[in-house]
């Protein structure tokens, strides 16, 4: 029990990110109008809230000038941040495509993939080795998430009266009208899965890309100069965005027409959540930013249960059943070591594992006296 404090105190980044994540889709209900769209541009509240994470990274740094190491970066240190901040753009501009040919409930269920993708590339890119308990938290993890999505099929109980009240005919009839009625083809939906899965790679690809690239150089940059880097890029990436995609908008009512106390708190919310999760990325690593977003999306459907009079579905306690399982399988292991490059190169735990060993055994047994040289041999025992 000791320990706990201390565990708080260094997984605070952890805590806060889950914590804005719950609370995120709260706000953004809070932003729309009465007709369930935004009086704002919506790119906008991503601009800002990049712009405000560059400001707060930019005054941490400012502040202690005996750890500015900036001058020692050079141009490709400065351009491989450009990476996932442009994936980030190009995913954030997806979702409205996806949501055009599937709905919302899908995507969430497609969502869920990403841990998958995740997990793989934890292990390609940064080398890291997980055992089969880790891999199957993880893979419950996926299934977790997706069996909260599933649809509460409320009309169960009338479509079996109706089957049992109507001939085979009537029921096909029935089935075959149900299928037309479908919001968009199969063609167009299998368009929406397939950006759906790119989504998922592309954000999996870059939570793994900016963990390499925050500890890439150990702790020889601080977290502030390498978020600098990052949000500039997203900063350019996303006023590019705005510029393209709402000029009507910005020339009619300005950047900040339509905003409101409750989008200000959405920005406030946004930029203090990415700055949570660079923590995440930089201490710990992708896999618990993983088990952040999960659970803060559990807490969501939990909270809307009991303030907004959600109904609380089997598939929600499932859910949370199969979650809190995973979470409990994987913390169970140590955390994830790096994998050797060769079997003639350790690894540096093995290194630091091994020296101890090595000390030992160069120390004479402790039970052996140590017999006396040649030049140490007394002289009348040669004459005897």
């Keep these: 029990m000791k320990e706990l404090p201390v565990i708080i105190q260094t997984s605070w980044y952890t805590i806060a990110a889950t914590a804005l994540m719950t609370i995120q889709p709260f706000l953004t209900m809070l932003t729309m109008n009465s007709e369930g769209g935004y009086d704002y541009a919506v790119v906008s509240t991503t601009f800002l809230a990049e712009l405000t994470k560059l400001i707060i ?39 409205f495509i996806i949501l055009v040919y599937v709905s919302s409930t899908t995507y969430q269920i ?20 997980l055992d089969a308990v880790q891999r199957t938290a993880i893979l419950l993890l996926a299934c977790g998430a997706a069996t909260s999505q599933f649809p509460i ?57 900016s963990e390499m690239l925050l500890k890439k150089d150990g702790s020889l940059h601080s977290i502030h100069l390498q978020n600098m880097l990052l949000y500039t890029w997203g900063v350019l990436f996303n006023a590019i965005g705005l510029l393209v995609k709402d000029s009507e908008h910005l020339a009619a009512k300005g950047l900040f027409g339509g905003y409101t106390a409750a989008v200000w708190l959405l920005v406030t919310n946004n930029a203090l959540n990415g700055l ?29 249960v009991l303030f907004v009079s959600a109904p609380l579905s089997p598939q929600l306690c499932v859910s949370i059943t199969v ?21 003639m190169q350790p690894l540096e735990e093995d290194k630091e594992l091994a020296q101890p060993i090595k000390d030992e055994a160069a120390k004479p047994p402790p039970d052996v006296e140590e017999l006396p040289s040649p030049k140490d041999a007394d002289p009348t025992d040669a004459k005897r």
């Design 57 to 95: 990274s930019t005054c941490f740094y400012s502040s202690n000038p005996a750890k500015q190491t900036h001058r020692s970066l050079s141009r490709r240190d400065v351009l491989q941040f450009m990476v996932p901040a442009f994936v980030y753009f190009i995913n954030n501009n997806l979702i």
């Design 110 to 129: 497609l969502s869920s993939l990403k841990t998958v993708a995740t997990g793989i590339l934890f292990r390609i890119i940064l080398k890291r080795e």
């Design 153 to 209: 099929c409320e009309d169960c109980s009338a479509q079996l009266i109706f089957v049992n009240g109507s001939n085979a005919t009537e029921v096909a009839e029935a089935m075959v009208a149900a299928a037309e009625s479908s919001s968009s083809p199969p063609s167009s939906a299998w368009i929406g899965v397939l950006v759906a899965l790119l989504a998922c790679l592309n954000s999996a690809f870059a939570g793994v890309y």
């Design 276 to 304: 949570a999760i660079s923590a995440i990325l930089k201490f710990a690593n992708n896999i618990v930013r993983v088990f952040a977003h999960t659970m803060a999306m559990m807490l969501t459907m939990i909270l809307e």
């Design 323 to 343: 979650v809190s399982c995973s979470t409990f399988l994987y913390n169970s292991k140590p955390p994830p070591k790096k994998v050797a490059t060769s079997a």
